[in-house]
């Protein structure tokens, strides 16, 4: 059945790289219903490569287009009003799937109500460390889930706010939001799937991105601190 929708937040994009990720997007997941890209920027006119890739798919798709580059986490929030579908999915732009990866995702927020979002097992930063920053750990216990590759339910993400714009252009918006559904008694579960994130090639383009990181740790710190001083993590682990 197809019942998703994802977005894809782009900027700059290696179009090579990109035209990966479509395809293996279109060929790994029959639940795709909607696309939603949004463009911070970028150089390139991707519209017709994608159009092409998706052409007699099925799949609707929506192009959303900034004269200047809003970060993700106001992008994200931004094509959320746009969403159509029960099951939505965020994803980054320089990620390739090599089998399919949605339909175990969706059967997990089906069966458990309480279940917030699903993260891939591997290939992830999924733990935080003393420091607030998240690091790449084997455990079906995550922290939370990045936003490179995240299934969640629309509905949620509406009563929620999704991406607090507080953090600015990327870093540590995922980690709040997982947080936040945390404290509210929600759980995050993980999925073993074959899949790469390729990492930093959207974020590497943005000028001074380690002063937004930095600045987004001490924001994400000053919420989350009680957390962290406990270094056997029973803090996180008991939100």
Not at 27 to 41: G, H, K, M, S
Not at 176 to 187: E, I, Q, T
């Amino acid at each position: 059945m197809k019942e998703l929708s994802v977005i894809v937040v782009t900027h700059n994009i290696d179009i090579v790289m990109f035209n990966k990720m479509l395809n293996s997007l279109r060929d790994y997941t029959p639940e795709l219903e909607q696309l939603i890209v949004f463009d911070n920027v970028s150089k390139t006119d991707f519209n017709s490569m994608v159009d092409s890739i998706f052409k007699n798919s099925g799949v609707r798709i929506g192009y959303i287009k900034n004269d200047i580059n809003i970060g993700y986490g106001r992008a994200c929030n931004e094509a959320l009003r746009f969403v159509q579908h029960e099951f939505l999915a965020t994803l980054n732009d320089d990620i390739e799937f090599f089998s399919p990866w949605a339909g175990r995702m969706i059967d997990i927020l089906k069966t458990d109500p309480m279940v917030a979002q699903v993260t891939p097992k591997h290939g992830v930063c999924n733990i935080l460390n003393e420091h607030g920053d998240g690091v790449k750990v084997e455990t079906d216990s995550p922290d939370y889930a990045e936003g490179s590759c995240c299934m969640t339910r629309t509905s949620l993400m509406r009563e929620f706010g999704f991406y607090d714009e507080v953090y600015e252009f990327a870093y540590h918006e995922d980690a709040d939001l997982s947080l936040r559904l945390r404290k509210a008694g929600y759980k995050i579960r993980n999925v073993e799937m074959k899949w790469i994130h390729y990492g930093g090639i959207t974020a590497s383009k943005i000028k001074d991105i380690g002063k937004y990181q930095t600045k987004n740790r001490q924001i994400f710190k000053s919420r989350w601190n009680h957390l962290f001083g406990n270094k056997d993590r029973r803090a996180i682990c008991g939100i």
